[in-house]
């Protein structure tokens, strides 16, 4: 039944939607932890990559998707690698 949870990958479609979205440099990768796809309980395939964002800085991350039926596919960022001389964000309620 866990397999059944994200158990799969789908790489054409998460570099489609990469690809839509705007990322670069697309790279597919080996999932991390097995038991952990970082995807929702109706998804069906959770497919990990690392790319160039449309911001320049390089991401790790999954999309999440059903198969191509019913919601689509989601990008979910779970890591962000910016060179040391990018300025931080600023903090949520932090006034000048």
């Not at 790279?27 to 109706?42: A, H, L, T, Y």
């Not at 998804?43 to 191509?68: E, R």
């Not at 990018?86 to 006034?95: D, E, H, I, N």
């Amino acid at each position: 039944m866990l397999l059944s949870l994200a158990g799969c990958n789908d790489p054409d479609g998460a570099r489609d939607a990469l690809d839509g979205a705007g990322y670069r440099d697309i790279q597919i990768v080996d999932r991390p932890n097995w038991f952990i796809s970082n995807c929702g309980e109706k998804d069906t395939y959770a497919t990990h990559f690392k790319a160039l964002g449309p911001t320049g800085a390089t991401v790790d991350g999954v999309v999440c998707s059903t198969g191509g039926w019913s919601k689509g596919s989601t990008i979910r960022i779970t890591g962000v690698h910016r060179p040391e001389h990018w300025p931080t964000a600023p903090q949520s309620g932090a006034r000048p």
